[in-house]
């Protein structure tokens, strides 16, 4: 049973620039996670995602930022004219259940701005 | 906004000791966990305490609750150098699905 899986693990991008990260849950889980890491430091939350629907975006920047999860496929996590204060790990995680459960965890896209 | 916070920030041992690492947070919680993450790589989930559980023991790890004072700890006991990491905590709130991390303390264990 494959874990969660995400891709690119590592994303180079100039100013001004499309990051798409993606991210496919573990099998059976139909609710996606996205967070944050800056170097050194916790992961902040981005956005909660059930199959087609944003439950939770409360950590999302208003702009540039957006998340999908179709009915097929993977949770899309897209960043528009990306800055380099974007730079920064980002990682997806998943769930079977829509509370107090263990979330399971991606290796993270690093995403780099030049 | 994160809630969690981790003491010590950071925390270096011999190999076959004891470590504690203690979380404070500040609001009601369902849940709180704890999880570990390894250099570079994604976090490990290693032990959820529900708001009515007051300790609880995975192996060498044992958590402890205390909604009074509105913090947990994390012991690790016997460690080992694999053991070396950041370990973070981090709570459902409320009627919030999303889980909030603290900014972790990093462990290292020193063979």
């Known amino acids: 049973n494959a874990g969660v899986m995400q891709n690119p693990r590592h994303l180079v991008r100039r100013r001004g620039q499309e990051a798409r990260l993606r991210c496919s849950p573990m099998?059976?889980?139909?609710?996606v996670y996205w967070y944050r890491q800056l170097p050194e430091e916790g992961l902040k939350f981005m956005v909660y995602?059930?199959?087609?629907?944003?439950?939770?975006e409360s950590g999302m920047p208003k702009e540039r930022f957006s998340a999908e999860f179709p009915k097929e496929g993977p949770s899309i996590l897209r960043i528009q004219q990306v800055v380099r204060g974007d730079s920064a790990a980002y990682f997806c995680a998943s769930s079977p259940a829509s509370r107090t459960g263990e979330l399971f965890f991606g290796e993270g896209s690093r995403l780099t701005v030049l | 906004s994160q809630q969690g916070e981790e003491d010590p920030q950071a925390l270096s041992i011999q190999e076959g000791e004891n470590a504690t690492m203690n979380c404070s947070y500040k609001?009601?919680?369902?849940?709180l966990q704890w999880y570990r993450q390894n250099s570079g790589r994604g976090l490990v989930h290693l032990i959820l305490?529900?708001?009515?559980?007051r300790e609880k023991h995975s192996g060498r790890l044992r958590v402890t609750l205390d909604t009074s004072k509105k913090s947990s700890s994390l012991l690790i006991t016997a460690s080992r150098a694999a053991d070396t990491a950041s370990y973070f905590c981090a709570e459902t709130q409320g009627g919030s699905e999303k889980l909030v991390f603290g900014k972790g303390m990093k462990l290292t264990v020193n063979p």
């Open positions: 609001t009601s919680i369902n849940n």
């Open positions: 305490i529900r708001s009515n559980e």
């Open positions: 099998k059976g889980h139909s609710h």
């Open positions: 995602l059930q199959k087609e629907n944003i439950i939770d």
